[in-house]
């Protein structure tokens, strides 16, 4: 199958600072998603990106899918930011393969 | 739009009883679901694809005859766990896509199980 790679592993920010997540995938896919997961454990969806960039207010996306990776860009971060980053690829069937995620902690 | 439920959110039970997990998409109709498990500090990993009107796909490792599905509706695939037992406690996650949508998943609030 598809391996997801995500970097960094865990990540310490001061509120206000700006960050980059890294996607690495060993494949072609058909599609990519960018989620968080909050500390109740809802995934929210952030970015269905299969390729091209995406902004959505502080949080944007890049997918470089011929080179396989995503990014995805969070700009003066808030606390509320904190939790878990996914990033997962569609792989046959249509079922989404997860990265192992990045933990941000924002502090104030 | 787009907006997935499962219930219940939480649930105790004791070990060798069943549990039933409901997913459901309110606004949109999914043929596929899927059915997701996750461990403390750990990623999520599929276990089912549920097809509706047909039987589930499971993953490797995953007991069928445990984990039940049934995807009797356009917008209603259930999970259960049968004689449940404590290495069974995870969370539960479900998500849909929108049949004759883009390939965009959307996932339910999850269920934490805990099996006593």
């Known amino acids: 199958g598809i391996q997801v790679e995500q970097s960094p592993p865990d990540l310490i920010l001061q509120e206000g600072a700006n960050s980059t997540l890294r996607c690495n995938f060993s494949d072609s896919v058909n599609n990519l998603q960018w989620f968080h997961q909050n500390p109740w454990g809802q995934l929210i969806n952030l970015f269905y990106?299969?390729?091209g960039t995406k902004q959505n207010g502080r949080l944007s996306a890049t997918t470089v899918a011929t080179e396989r990776y995503s990014l995805l860009y969070i700009s003066s971060s808030q606390t509320t930011d904190s939790g878990v980053y996914f990033c997962?690829?569609?792989?046959?069937?249509?079922?989404?393969?997860f990265g192992k995620g990045t933990s941000l902690l924002v502090t104030p | 739009g787009a907006v997935v439920s499962q219930h219940p959110s939480r649930v105790i039970c004791k070990s060798g009883t069943s549990v039933k997990i409901e997913c459901r998409s309110l606004?949109?109709?999914?043929?596929?679901m899927f059915w997701y498990r996750q461990f403390p500090k750990q990623s999520l990993m599929l276990m089912a694809t549920?097809?509706?009107?047909?039987?589930?796909?499971?993953e490797q490792g995953v007991e069928k005859d445990k984990f039940l599905i049934n995807h009797a509706s356009l917008t209603l695939s259930t999970l259960t766990v049968t004689s449940a037992h404590p290495e069974d406690s995870s969370f539960y996650i479900c998500?849909?896509?929108?049949?004759?949508?883009?390939?965009?998943?959307?996932f339910g609030p999850g269920t934490r199980l805990t099996v006593t």
């Open positions: 606004d949109f109709q999914a043929t596929t």
């Open positions: 990106i299969p390729s």
């Open positions: 998500s849909a896509r929108n049949t004759g949508g883009s390939l965009e998943q959307y």
């Open positions: 549920s097809n509706e009107g047909s039987k589930a796909t499971y």
């Open positions: 997962a690829v569609v792989r046959s069937g249509y079922a989404l393969n």
